[in-house]
């Protein structure tokens, strides 16, 4: 291909278009920008969780929905990373969305291997199960319905400089 000419063009306006984006963005830092985008998306499902949660008497599964930052462990500390959780912080919420298996009864005492029933018999702990609880994962069902909507909040809030 001896002789074989070059010819490139060069489009200026194009080029100071791409400078001015990235003069946006440069300074902010990305880790900040992550963490805001999924707070964000995870505020956006608080509702539907809340909504979706079990009734009860007192409602603290469905009052304790909250979002928050997730933490990493970094040796013996906990360090904000750029993830987000959303879910019931009550105490007893693993045993909702988890379920439970059967479990034999046990004594009011723990020093007792005897149980009294409601009609006034004795028997031994252990002899009968409580049953099971089934699963309930609530948590699950009203996130996916909200996963496209979550994205794009996080889409926007990643990119909202770019452009």
């Known amino acids: 291909m001896p002789g074989a000419a070059l010819s490139v063009e060069i489009d200026a306006k194009a080029i100071a278009r791409i400078r001015r984006k990235l003069e946006k963005v440069q300074g902010k830092s990305l880790y900040v920008k992550m963490q805001r985008a999924t707070l964000a998306a995870a ?27 997730a933490k990493k462990r970094i040796g ?26 059967e479990r034999p009864s046990v004594g009011t005492r723990p020093s007792s ?16 199960t409580t049953g ?10 009203a996130a996916r319905g ?3 909507q979550a994205a794009e909040i996080v889409r926007r809030i990643w990119f909202e400089d770019v452009r």
């Open 76 to 101: 013996s500390s906990l360090v904000p990373s750029t993830g987000a959780l959303v879910g019931p912080t009550a105490p007893h919420r693993h045993l909702v969305i988890r379920g439970t298996s």
């Open 43 to 69: 505020d956006l499902l608080v509702k539907p969780i809340r909504a979706a949660g079990p009734p009860n008497k007192t409602g603290l599964l469905r009052r304790s929905v909250r979002a928050r930052t």
């Open 146 to 148: 909200h996963e496209r």
């Open 132 to 141: 099971r609880m089934t699963a309930n994962p609530y948590v699950d069902r």
């Open 113 to 128: 291997p005897w149980r009294k029933m409601p009609d006034g018999h004795v028997i031994r702990a252990g002899t009968f």
